[in-house]
T-cell receptor
Framework: GENVEQHPSTLSVQEGDSAVIKCTYS??????FPWYKQELGKRPQLIID?????GEKKDQRIAVTLNKTAKHFSLHITETQPEDSAVYFC???????????FGAGTRLFVKA | ETGVTQSPTHLIKTRGQQVTLRCSSQ?????VSWYQQALGQGPQFIFQ???????GRGNFPPRFSGLQFPNYSSELNVNALELDDSALYLC?????????????FGPGTRLLVL
């Protein structure tokens, strides 16, 4: 069945450093890849997304890259700040399907 | 914050009981999805409704059922509760009937089954 693997499960960085989270999906028909940030006790919130016809997308300190051939996509956060500390989830959605498959999450700690 | 609300915020039930969780979607959003999020894991897709019809379902047994109403509200019903049903239940709404749309999550209902 469809599966999204996410690594690492925990990531600790120093404030100002970059953080990279990687995901791999199994369903080659997936064509939409959102990333969510979930702070403790709060709802997941979309931070960036990318569609399969685009290789890279950037929004200020956040960027996402997609390699459809390898079925990999990654989240890059530059100049990390303590408020970036949260759990980040990647997800993949199958074109024509109505099911969002989430990764298991990455807990990011940004140390001041 | 999104315009998606859920009730109740917390709920405690015993094994074998039935539970109904409620979601109020953002106005104008015709699609609602429900997810189960166990502690320390990513959300697992339960099902999705579009204009009151179920149009997608994840790997959950039939004792998980849902309803969507014309007033942008919806329900998740779980029968014969099991201990493993303890989780955060999230609903998410989006405007139309396609999956490649931004989903707006509610705050969730935390269910504990004893």
């Amino acid at each position: 069945g469809e599966n999204v693997e996410q690594h690492p499960s925990t990531l600790s960085v120093q404030e100002g450093d970059s953080a990279v989270i990687k995901c791999t999906y199994s369903d080659s028909a997936s064509n939409y890849f959102p990333w969510y940030k979930q702070e403790l006790g709060k709802r997941p919130q979309l931070i960036i997304d990318i569609r399969s016809n685009v290789g890279e997308k950037k929004d200020q300190r956040i960027a996402v890259t997609l390699n459809k051939t390898a079925k990999h996509f990654s989240l890059h956060i530059t100049e990390t700040q303590p408020e970036d500390s949260a759990v980040y989830f990647c997800a993949a959605i199958h074109t024509g399907g109505f099911k969002t498959i989430f990764g298991a999450g990455t807990r990011l700690f940004v140390k001041a | 914050e999104t315009g998606v609300t859920q009730s109740p915020t917390h709920l405690i039930k015993t094994r074998g009981q039935q539970v109904t969780l409620r979601c109020s979607s953002q106005s104008g959003h015709n699609t609602v999805s429900w997810y189960q999020q166990a502690l320390g894991q990513g959300p697992q897709f339960i099902f999705q409704y579009y204009r009151e019809e179920e149009n997608g379902r994840g790997n959950f047994p039939p004792r998980f059922s849902g309803l969507q109403f014309p007033n942008y509200s919806s329900e998740l019903n779980v029968n014969a509760l099991e201990l493993d049903d303890s989780a955060l239940y999230l609903c998410a709404s989006s405007p139309g009937g396609t999956p490649q749309e931004t989903q707006y999550f509610g705050p969730g209902t935390r269910l504990l089954v004893l």
